[in-house]
Nanobody, 120 residues
Framework: DVQLQASGGGLVQAGGSLRLSCAAS????????IGWFRQAPGKERDGISC????????WFANSVKGRSTISGDNAKNTVYLQMNSLKPEDTAVYYC?????????????WGQGTLVTVSS
């Protein structure tokens, strides 16, 4: 059964850092690309980062570019998003997702989300 578990959020002061984790079960991460999204209250869910199945290609939204890194640990079947120099506007629920192709379409799987709160 495909499942994603996001963790690592919490309360942090502006300028601090967090490492978010996305642990996968039911599939092997090195076969699929993984995306990170975030959603602040009253706002749309925005993509902020993704990593290719091999880990060789990454992408970051301008809002987090330069202060974030994304990486994968195949042995732990986990993808990490390291966020530094956090700002109050980073406050949101952070989700990871994967899209898996099936015979008749695609299935999108979301982790439950982990809350990041950045105080000023």
């Amino acid at each position: 059964d495909v499942q994603l578990q996001a963790s690592g959020g919490g309360l942090v002061q502006a300028g601090g850092s967090l490492r978010l984790s996305c642990a996968a079960s039911g599939f092997t991460l090195n076969d699929y690309a993984i995306g990170w999204f975030r959603q602040a209250p009253g706002k749309e869910r925005d993509g902020i980062s993704c990593i290719s199945s091999s880990g060789d290609s990454t992408w970051f939204a301008n809002s987090v570019k330069g202060r974030s890194t994304i990486s994968g640990d195949n042995a732990k079947n986990t993808v990490y998003l390291q966020m530094n120099s956090l700002k109050p506007e980073d406050t949101a629920v952070y989700y990871c997702n994967v899209i898996i192709m099936r015979s008749h379409g695609t299935d999108t799987y979301w982790g439950q989300g982990t809350l990041v709160t950045v105080s000023s």
